[in-house]
Every structure is written in structure tokens, then in C-alpha cells.
């Protein structure tokens, strides 16, 4: 496990000059899983965001082979790379280890793309597939997700004078990935570096489909100061909102405990796109957010607990 | 050479088409009445008789979406689908042309839904015709084999990929003599395979499929136009050698007793060869008829076309799809803008027929035949559009 100095030594494959905004904790994410990748990486990008910002032609961010098919599609695009791959290898005709790595937002990923993803995870084939999680449609402008968090405003589920933002609390994914039975899947933020990049190290040493589900805070769609992604992304896991934690050959391990778990409201009272929750009659979407993370982390705790 | 001689269906000849291509990546998902060509080729791949890797997509738009993946990192690709499932496919059809992947689809020509049917017209591939592919129509089980093996290599020599249709059930389940090259000839034929791209060269590491936005992405469709002008090229070249090698020669398009012909019926796939008899039938009674049989599509040879009909009198073009326009079918629509610009102009009419795999009987192409005559003598085209055997 290379350190964060020896990493940030080494040339970055995920170069600077694209066009995410500022503060963007997606491109941190793609940065740091291709710094661990390394260059013997295939990776596949899903429309959205990040496929936008780096493939620019004629330009491009990828200093490692990347391919864009579609929105809904990168897991099986990436099933026929690494198919392709697997053939030429039972023949011979190519020696040397490669990775292949399919990215998606949540929109990519857990709507448009889970039939995909669901797919290529079950046909077992080898390769990692990243979720870079700002829940919500950023490219298209802010539009709900089914990962987006109950109460907050996007521009499909509006704070209105009636309707208090989204009504639904978000789909779990993780979970759902992990009813496939794969060898390793996790979740992840990118304050944590280390827990992180060891993930992504640990998903391409193994054999067989993994899965990380990353949350990556946004600026523009969260409503903050730019300079507070990292923070916010520390509060998702102090919170227990967002818990980094993987699944093992199906056991749940916990790989952050905060000592005192934050109330939920610290981590939503920084973020513009809750501002509505902050008033007085809408204070009990935030009781009930609140609850619901208490409902899952205990369930987490036991399922830890439990080794299974 | 010795060739084979069997007695197969069309999906089979299909399949064992692909098997002797030995693709490196085949993506698939069933569907009536293509599902046999997936099955046939899952129990080569099970057997050993094939190198390769077999992906059962969870979807359609999975299997192509793979295949394009598959492509894109230097693999020779081919899929198999049907109606419902081209449909599913058509988001990345565009793509795969439009990254110019020599990927070949063996299709079977299925109405598209809705309501749902099983059986044939040509809706499907029809609303595909735009998307860059090329589009080779097939007549019998031996023109199913046979294309399949030149589209391989055509969508190789211009990067363009390729779908391979032939008309549901008609030829998809029946029962035909079919010559069989040898799996050698074949392989040689097609030759090695060549690649656009090879993600897998990490050394020479490239983007593929990047946002192409004002600044380039009309010059990246004006190659992939040109390279659609190239496939008229390719698609005589590789058809002559074809002929040269195995001895039956392809082009864009058969003329069937065409010469001194007044009036000809054009028409594609199947019915192509219940018209043949019609033909023989009424030049033994002294008429001047002939067929046109279109073979490809997609390029269409649009000056050739004009030069073999312009001397007609009177056309009958049998659409096996409408492209509800209001005004009549896509092939109709192709053929008479073929013809604008000659100075003779025959008269030409659309036959609608044959939708949802409604037979088409060779005395409704005789009836065509004879409206046609009357057009030619009266020099009157009555009903610009037609449709053949439906209760109105
Ligand atoms: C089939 C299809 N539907 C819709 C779109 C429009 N679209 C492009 S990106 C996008 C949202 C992407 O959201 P997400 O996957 O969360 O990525 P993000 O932009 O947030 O990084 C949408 C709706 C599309 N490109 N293709
Ligand atoms: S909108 Fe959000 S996810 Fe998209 S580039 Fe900007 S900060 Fe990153
Ligand atoms: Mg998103």
C-alpha cells in the first residue's frame, strides 16, 4: 500500500486541465483510483459529469485507455473490454495484468445503469466498478436521483410552498450490489484517503466483479463554499449518514466508527440544497431523516457484529 | 474446394456462418425468431469449436453495448438479434457506427411491437437505417451464410459495422440446401482481423467516445458519411471476390430476367424469391417482366439503381414496412428520388405488404404485375400507394 506522499509522487493518469468545477470531489475521487490503478488500467466513464468535464475532444484527461459508450452502459461496455481481454489471455496473446474500471454517478449507476451494472456483476466478470455518488443528475443540471437524501432540493423535486424537496429516502445500492453475492464490494469518501485507496487496491487484487460506492460532494449541487468538500464529505461518515464500510466474501465489516456519532443535522445545515429543512415546520423531515440513519447504522452495527 | 452440402435453416446457416468466423467476443440475448442463432452458437462455445468469449448480456442494449466495448479494444465482435431487440439496440447502433466499430449483427427481419407480433416485415431494420450500418437483405438460408461472411470482412475494410437480416420464420425456420465452404477458405477469405483502435495497448493509451461538441463532431460524421460512400466500394469488391473464390458473385442488387423488361416488381428479402416464380410464369406467357431484388441497403447505390430501372416503364415497389409518413414505405421513398433526376422517369407505385408476417402469395405479386402493365399502357398511375392482401 503505497503512502499518500508516494502517491502523490508518481505521475497522475487523471490529469489536471479538465474542466470539473472547483471544489469537485469527483475528479479527487477519479484522481486518486487512477493513481492506485496505475497504468495497466482500461476505464470506462458513463455520461455524466465526469466523462464530460475530462473527454473534451480533442482533448483529454486520460492518460490511461478510456472509453465513453453511454449513459446507462459502462458496466456492459466494460463486460465486452474484459471479455475481450480474458480471450486473449486463455490464448496467450497478451501476458501482462490489466484492470479494467467502469465509473458512473448515482444517475448512471443506481437508476439508468442498474440493469446494466446488475448484469455485469452477475456474470461475475472481473472488474471494479466505481459509483461516484453526488447524488443527484449534476450534468443535466441538479435533478433528483434515487440517491438523492429525503427533504433536499434538486430541481425535480423543489423545495416548493407544498412539497419540502424529495420525499424519499435514498436507495441502497451498496446493499443492493451486495445481495450479488460478489467477492468485495465497499463505500467510500474522499476525505479518507487511506481507507479509500486501500479499497481500490483491495477490488483489484481480487478475482471476480467488486464494487465501490464513493460519495463524492458537490458544490454546485450541494450548495456550498467550495472549500468545504472535504469537510462535508467527513461529516457524511462522522454522521453515520454516509458509513465507509465493506462487504467481504458477504461480511459486513465497519471501517470507520465514529467515537461519538454527529447529529445529522451538522452535516445538512452546510449544504444550501437542505436550507428549507432549517425552518421551523419543516424540522421534523430532519427528525425523521435523522431516524432513518440511525435505523440503517444500527443495522450495520449488528450485521458487523454478527459477521455477516 | 470441397463444400459441403446440407439442408439448413436460416438461423442455422447464420450461426454456423459465425462459427466459422470464430468472432473473439459474440454479446447476445434471445429473442423470437433469432433465439436460435444465440442458442446454436452457445453450444459451439460449449463444445470448444469456437475461441470465443460468450457474454449472455442481460438485455440487448447490454449486448451491443459489450460488443462495442469488445470492438473498441481490438476484438473481432459479432451479436444476433430480432425486432424488439434492434429496437433496444438503437442508442448504441448510432454509437457503434459513429465510433466506427466493424461489429456484425445476424438479424432477423421481425415487425416491431406495437401490438406484438413474432413474425416478419422489415419495420425493424427500417428504423435502423439511419444509423450507420450497413444493411445486407437476404433471400434464402445460402444468402444468409454467404453475407454474413462478406459483411465480416466489408465492415473490416471501411470500419463500419453491419446487420445481416433475413425475413423472420420464412427463412429464419426453413428448412434449405445450403453449401457450406470450408472453415479454412472462410477464415482465409475474411483474412486477419483488422482493428480501428486497441484499448488494450497501454502502451499507446487513447480516448474513445470523448464529448465531441461544435468545434469537431460534424467533421467526424462527414467521415463516417465518406465511409459509408467507401462500403459501395467494398461491397462490389468483396462480392466479386467472392464469386471469384466460391463461385456465386454478390452486388448492391440482382437483376432477375430484368433484360427487355417493361415492368419490374422491386423487392427485398424473401419475397424476392416467390416473385422469381411469378416472373417465370408470366415471361412464358409473353410478358416483359422482371425482378429487382435489392441485396444492400445500406449504402444504397443510388446512381446504379437509377441506370438499371430508368429504362422501365412501369416499377411496383413492395415495401415489407410503412414508414407511416402517410405517403408509403422506405424503400419506395429511395427509389423514386433514385430516379428524379432521369429524363425517362418511370412511373412508379408502393405495395405495402406482408406486415406481421401476412403471406404474400404469388398471385397477389401477379396482380401487382398486372396493374403495372395497365400503368405502363394507359401511361396512368391510379393509386400511388398500395396494400396488398389487408381487409379494409
Ligand atoms: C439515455 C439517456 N438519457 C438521458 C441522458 C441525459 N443525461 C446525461 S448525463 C445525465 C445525468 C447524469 O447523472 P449522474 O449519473 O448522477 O452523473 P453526474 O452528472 O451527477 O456526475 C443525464 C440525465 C442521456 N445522456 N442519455
Ligand atoms: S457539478 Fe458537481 S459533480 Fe459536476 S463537475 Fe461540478 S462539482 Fe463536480
Ligand atoms: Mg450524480
Known amino acids: 500500500m503505497p503512502s499518500l506522499k508516494q502517491l502523490s509522487s508518481e505521475k497522475d493518469l487523471f490529469a489536471s486541465g479538465h474542466r470539473a468545477c472547483a471544489g469537485c470531489a469527483a475528479s479527487i475521487i477519479l484522481r486518486q483510483v487512477a493513481l492506485v490503478a496505475g497504468k ?21 484527461a486520460w492518460k490511461v485507455p478510456f472509453l465513453h459508450n453511454a449513459f446507462e452502459n459502462s458496466a456492459a461496455t466494460a463486460s465486452g473490454i474484459e471479455s475481450i481481454y480474458r480471450s486473449l489471455k486463455k490464448r496467450g496473446k497478451i501476458t501482462k495484468k490489466i484492470n479494467v ?44 436521483s434515487s440517491a438523492t437524501p429525503y427533504g433536499a432540493h434538486t430541481t425535480t423535486s ?46 483489484l ?71 428549507h429543512l432549517l425552518s421551523e415546520h419543516n424540522k421534523h423531515i430532519i427528525e425523521e431523516a435523522q431516524k432513518e440513519v440511525d435505523r440503517k447504522w444500527d443495522r450495520l452495527l449488528k450485521m458487523a457484529e454478527a459477521k455477516i | 474446394m470441397k463444400k459441403i452440402v446440407v439442408a439448413k435453416t436460416g438461423n442455422e446457416a447464420m450461426a454456423e456462418a459465425m462459427r466459422q468466423i470464430n468472432p473473439d467476443v459474440v454479446a447476445a440475448y434471445p429473442i423470437t425468431p433469432a433465439t436460435e442463432v444465440v442458442q446454436i452458437f452457445s453450444g459451439f462455445v460449449a463444445d470448444g469449436r469456437v475461441d470465443t468469449e460468450f457474454v449472455p448480456a442481460e438485455s440487448e442494449h447490454s449486448a451491443l453495448s459489450a460488443c462495442v466495448g469488445a470492438a473498441a479494444a481490438g476484438g473481432r ?13 438503437h442508442e448504441v447502433l448510432f454509437i457503434a457506427a459513429g465510433l466506427r466499430l466493424p461489429i456484425v449483427i445476424c438479424e432477423v427481419n421481425r415487425a416491431l411491437a406495437g401490438p406484438i407480433n413474432i413474425h416478419c416485415d422489415h419495420s425493424d431494420t427500417m428504423a435502423s437505417r439511419d444509423s450507420g450500418w450497413l444493411q445486407i437483405y437476404s433471400e434464402n438460408s445460402q444468402e444468409a451464410y454467404d453475407n ?37 477458405e472462410v477464415r482465409s477469405f475474411i483474412g486477419e482481423h483488422r482493428k480501428p483502435y486497441d484499448l488494450l495497448d497501454i502502451a499507446h493509451p487513447i480516448t474513445l467516445g470523448g464529448l465531441d461538441l461544435q468545434d469537431y ?36 442488387f440482382e437483376e432477375y430476367r430484368m433484360d427487355g423488361a417493361d415492368i419490374a416488381i422491386i423487392a427485398l428479402g424473401s419475397t424476392a424469391g416467390t416473385s422469381k416464380v411469378v416472373v417465370d410464369t408470366l415471361r412464358a406467357k409473353g410478358m416483359k417482366v422482371g425482378l429487382f431484388k435489392i441485396r444492400v441497403f445500406r449504402p444504397f447505390a443510388f446512381e ?87 381487409r379494409e
Open chain 2, 304 to 390: 446504379e439503381i437509377k441506370k438499371s430501372l430508368e429504362h422501365i416503364k412501369a416499377i411496383g415497389v413492395l415495401d415489407r414496412a410503412d414508414g407511416m409518413s402517410s405517403i408509403g414505405g422506405p424503400v419506395f421513398h429511395e427509389i423514386r428520388s433514385s430516379l428524379y433526376e432521369s429524363e425517362k422517369r418511370p412511373f412508379i407505385t408502393n405495395y405495402i405488404y406482408g406486415l406481421g408476417g401476412r403471406d404474400i402469395f404469388p398471385k397477389d405479386i401477379e396482380t401487382v404485375y398486372r396493374e403495372l402493365n395497365e400503368i405502363a399502357e394507359k401511361d396512368e398511375v391510379k393509386n400511388l400507394i398500395n396494400y396488398i392482401g389487408v
Open chain 2, 77 to 89: 465482435v459479432m451479436t444476433s438479434t430480432a425486432s424488439q431487440g434492434l429496437a433496444l439496440m
Open chain 1, 101 to 144: 474500471i467502469a465509473f458512473g454517478g448515482d444517475g448512471g449507476t443506481y437508476d439508468i445503469g442498474f440493469q446494466s451494472l446488475s448484469g455485469a456483476m452477475e456474470r461475475r466478470h472481473n472488474m471494479l466498478y466505481l459509483c461516484y455518488n453526488n447524488e443527484a443528475y449534476m450534468n443535466t443540471g441538479i435533478q433528483r
Open chain 1, 205 to 275: 487484487s481480487i478475482e471476480g466483479p467488486t464494487f465501490i460506492n464513493v460519495l463524492s460532494a458537490c458544490p454546485l449541487g450541494w450548495v456550498y463554499p467550495t472549500h468545504l468538500s472535504i469537510k462535508i464529505s467527513k461529516l457524511a461518515a462522522e454522521t453515520c449518514f454516509w458509513p465507509l464500510y465493506e462487504v467481504e466474501n458477504g461480511i459486513h465489516k465497519i471501517n470507520f466508527r465514529p467515537k461519538e456519532k454527529k447529529p445529522l443535522l451538522e452535516w445538512i445545515k452546510l449544504q444550501g440544497r437542505f436550507r
Open chain 2, 217 to 252: 463532431f460534424f467533421e467526424h460524421k462527414r467521415q463516417e458519411i465518406e465511409a459509408m460512400k467507401e462500403a459501395k466500394t467494398a461491397v462490389i469488391e468483396v462480392g466479386k471476390e467472392f464469386g471469384e473464390k466460391f463461385g456465386t458473385s454478390y452486388g448492391f
Open chain 1, 158 to 203: 423543489p423545495a416548493g410552498t407544498v412539497i419540502p424537496g424529495k420525499q424519499q429516502f435514498p436507495k441502497d445500492l451498496t446493499e443492493a450490489i451486495a445481495a450479488h453475492d460478489i467477492p468485495y464490494l465497499a463505500q467510500a469518501a474522499p476525505h479518507n484517503w487511506a481507507d479509500f485507496t486501500k479499497k481500490v487496491e483491495k477490488a
Open chain 1, 40 to 60: 495497466n488500467t482500461v476505464f470506462v466513464g458513463a455520461t455524466g459529469c465526469m466523462e464530460v468535464v475530462s473527454t473534451i475532444f480533442p482533448y483529454t
Open chain 2, 148 to 184: 454474413t461472411i462478406q459483411a465480416m470482412k466489408i465492415a473490416e475494410k471501411v470500419f463500419l459495422p453491419a446487420i445481416v437480416s433475413v425475413d423472420a420464420f420464412i427463412i429464419s425456420h426453413s428448412m434449405e440446401r445450403l453449401e457450406i465452404l470450408p472453415d479454412d
